[in-house]
């Protein structure tokens, strides 16, 4: 009985050791981040545009998505909230330039991460480039770590962009 005193107590100094370890490395990450990725579709800006702004209809074809309900909101903008297995999000579109940029910012200030999307759908060899941008601000610091280290910035792009691309039953591949 000692001995399994003994094991699990050292289990649990090493996990809090690692914690702090965790969190020390992502207190001395920088907040802020730019991450941006792309991908070429063989489709027109319009086709592009018109799929990604059709926000109601994103858990069609977006597999980390349950539901989304979209709020026009009295003042005219459009906020937007995400439901799916990591929780709840709320946007609102900041900028809408049709078939040429989209901007979304997350609304939600306790989520340990915040930021926006801009989106650029630019005419490419007859189909269209859709880069998106994160400006992204990560305060919660085992949660830096893990964006940094673990997972990187770009994997909720990279799993956006991929999604678009099946809609489109495309295979492209994001970079």
């Keep these: 009985m000692k001995t399994l005193i003994v094991i699990i107590a050292v289990a ?10 965790v969190a020390l490395i992502g207190s001395r990450l920088p907040k802020e981040h730019t991450a941006s990725r792309s991908i070429l ?9 018109d799929v990604v702004r059709d926000f109601s209809n994103a858990p069609s074809w977006r597999s980390d998505l349950k539901s989304i309900e979209v709020q026009n909101q009295p003042d005219g903008k459009i906020h937007f909230r995400e ?4 929780g709840t999000v709320n946007y609102e579109v900041a900028e809408d330039i049709p078939e040429r940029r989209l901007v979304t910012r997350i609304l939600d200030t ?13 005419p490419e060899n007859g189909g269209t480039r859709l880069q998106i941008t994160e400006d992204g601000q990560v305060s919660n610091v ?6 940094r280290y673990v997972f990187g910035h770009t994997a909720t792009i990279d799993g956006y962009l ?12 994001p970079s």
């Design 12 to 21: 649990v100094g090493a996990l809090l050791l690692l914690a702090a370890i």
């Design 41 to 49: 579709l063989h489709q027109t800006p319009k086709q592009v545009y």
């Design 83 to 86: 439901n799916s297995s990591h």
């Design 110 to 122: 306790d989520l340990g991460y915040s930021g926006r999307w801009t989106y650029f759908f630019t």
């Design 142 to 147: 085992i949660f830096r770590f893990m964006s």
């Design 162 to 173: 991929t999604s678009l691309a099946k809609r489109f039953a495309e295979d492209a591949k």
